[in-house]
């Protein structure tokens, strides 16, 4: 509530969910109306009666929904006083987070998040809308759980009656969405909470909400082909925006390849180009000893680079180079009749320089960047450097839904960390039909039925084929390394049902929060969730997580360690 005492006059400005609206008091019409009107403050909760009126001539107020109108006050009520603020609601000053996040009541009584919050339930509501009509159902599936192997840690909850076990809080709903399809219903959805005890980064909660999808007797195609109907529907309804179909698909190796990265942000060129051939016979050590230890060489090309980027400019991105995982960053300008400038130019022949001018399409101004390493290192640093420069020097176009799919992954990478080979997405993921042939000689050669949905650069969902046949998943714990009694203990229940006529079947899992995140042009997911959690994953306004009582302790069968019990009194 802001006011503005005019002699005679008080203006008021009275917010609800759905907008502000201007109220007049006017000392003439109710003496004591006025009177408690001055006295208001910021935030107060009131019940006002009165006539709405169109606002004289000359005070209209266009930037605002209500500006014309206003409501020429008769009685007022205060319903509640409210104390100093910690902070004005919608005020854009620096705020603290922890602050905004321990009055996040407060906070959300300002337009953008009420807004983001508001955008969010009718983006549910339309999911539902569209998919009920589709003939899915709604179906629960438990948040006390069994862990279910998505590759995270699991949050787990200590059972009381059963002292020494503990339920896992889901991941996601995938076994047993996969086990509804065994059951029957053809077509499942859910808009489900997952929980994942991971390190945060801005775009991660350790509970974030994912809309679940599962589909019997379907291929790919139809999965693409529902998904692609679905946001069509609901940006249309939603924005008014008609998205171009079928949306743009890319194969992983070529995304890999040309972005170096499998969620390429394909606004913009600056395409990672290989020129691993062109060098072979280099002049410079590091490029032709690179190539025989079997690396790669490649390059980005930024048009007019020399415009955008100082020589100091060159020098700061050497040094981020090296945070990306890089060992150094090469680099020509192209200056006048396709001669090639600064860096490394003199190491270059006229025949590599001719080549590689041609290749990259490169014109007098522009800057080439190269990297020498394993092709993991390069695809990884190049494509990194290709998004830094996008933003830092603004080359994306703005207002572009750029919605794509990447398909063909591999099944299986090999994990140095665990010095085993294990499953890309899950382990329940179908092989590329071609491929299973393949499984026993050259199984990191195979792909998989598996696609990702990736918006204006970030994976905003993903899914697969899933295997239905018992000896295929059989084979594929062979190749993961695991037991049958292994797999019988994680996913025993799985494998079970698998075996009682399981139809062929696939699904796919979107980021809701991620999504919502991108459409509000937020930078992170806690401004589209009511009551996020902090990078520490914990929660000011309620004080969670927090120290519990001994008995509680007690009756769950635990006793803390030292360290623990430190830490709490520490507190
Ligand atoms: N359960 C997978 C995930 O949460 C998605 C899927 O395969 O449907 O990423």
Redesign the pocket.
């Known amino acids: 509530m802001h006011y503005r005492d005019h002699g005679g006059l008080v203006f008021i400005d009275l917010r609800d969910y759905s907008g502000i609206l201007q109220i007049v008091f006017d000392e003439n019409i109710d003496k004591e109306s006025f009177k408690i009107a001055k006295k208001l403050k910021n935030e107060y909760v009131v019940s006002i009666t009165g006539t709405v009126r169109k606002r004289p001539e000359g005070t209209v107020n266009i930037n605002l929904k209500t500006g014309g109108i206003e409501l020429l006050a008769k009685s007022i009520q205060v319903l509640n006083a409210c104390e100093v603020l910690p902070f004005q609601i919608d005020e854009e000053t620096e705020v603290n987070e922890f602050t905004r996040l321990k009055y996040r009541y407060l906070d959300l009584r300002s337009k953008r998040l009420k807004d983001n919050l508001i955008f969010r339930s009718k983006f549910t509501h339309l999911i539902r809308e569209f998919l009920n009509n589709k003939g899915f159902f709604d179906i629960e599936t438990p948040f006390l759980t069994k862990s279910?192997p998505?590759g995270s840690r699991d949050f787990l909850v200590p059972s009381r009656l059963n002292h020494g076990h503990f339920f896992a809080l889901p991941?996601?709903?995938?076994l047993f969405?996969q086990i509804l399809m065994v059951s029957g219903f053809e077509r499942y959805y859910q808009i489900v909470r997952?929980f994942r005890d991971e390190d945060l980064r801005a775009d991660r909660q350790p509970e974030f909400t994912?809309l679940?999808?599962?589909m019997s007797f379907v291929e790919t195609k139809d999965i693409i082909s529902v998904t692609e109907e679905l946001f069509a529907f609901i940006l249309n309804k939603l924005l008014g925006i008609k998205l171009e179909r079928p949306f743009k698909v890319l194969d992983y190796d070529e995304a890999m390849d040309k972005y170096g990265g499998d969620k390429p942000d394909t606004r913009f060129g600056l395409t990672l180009i290989n020129l691993t051939d062109i060098f072979i016979k280099s002049s410079l050590n590091v490029f032709k000893d690179n190539i025989a230890r079997g690396g790669v060489i490649k390059a980005v090309c930024f048009q007019n680079g020399s415009i955008f980027l100082s020589r100091k400019d060159i020098d700061e991105l050497l040094t981020l180079i090296k945070d990306f995982g890089g060992k150094g960053l090469a680099w020509t300008k192209v200056g006048e009749n396709n001669s090639l400038e600064g860096g490394i130019s003199k190491f270059i022949s006229d025949e590599e320089k001719n080549t590689l001018i041609a290749r990259l399409a490169a014109k007098n101004g522009d800057i080439i960047f190269y990297q020498a390493d394993s092709k993991k290192v390069v695809g990884n640093v190049l494509g990194r450097l290709r998004l830094h420069l996008a933003k830092k020097y603004d080359l994306i176009p703005k207002g572009i839904l750029d919605l794509l799919w990447v398909v063909n992954f591999p099944l299986f990478e090999f994990s140095e960390e665990e010095k085993r080979i294990v499953s890309v997405?899950?382990p329940?993921?179908h092989p590329a039909k071609n491929d299973i042939d393949k499984l026993e000689k050259d199984p990191l050669s195979v792909k998989s039925d598996?696609y990702d949905l990736v918006f204006n650069g970030e994976e905003i969902?993903?899914?697969?084929i899933?295997i239905h046949d018992p000896k295929l998943q059989s084979k594929i714990f062979e190749i993961l390394s695991i037991s049958p009694d292994d797999a019988k203990l994680k996913f025993g229940f799985l494998l079970d049902a698998l075996s009682f006529g399981a139809p062929p079947h696939?699904?796919?899992?979107f980021g809701i929060d991620r999504i919502l995140m991108l459409l509000r042009n937020e930078s992170s997911i806690r401004d589209v969730i009511a009551f996020p959690k902090t990078q520490k994953a914990y929660c000011p306004l309620s004080d969670a997580p927090s120290a519990v009582k001994d008995i509680q302790l007690k009756e769950l069968g635990i006793k803390l360690l030292e360290t623990a019990i430190k830490n709490i009194k520490s507190e």
């Open positions: 279910t998505e991941q996601s709903p995938q969405k997952c994912q679940d999808m599962e997405h899950h329940f993921t598996s969902g993903g899914g697969s899933r696939g699904g796919i899992a």
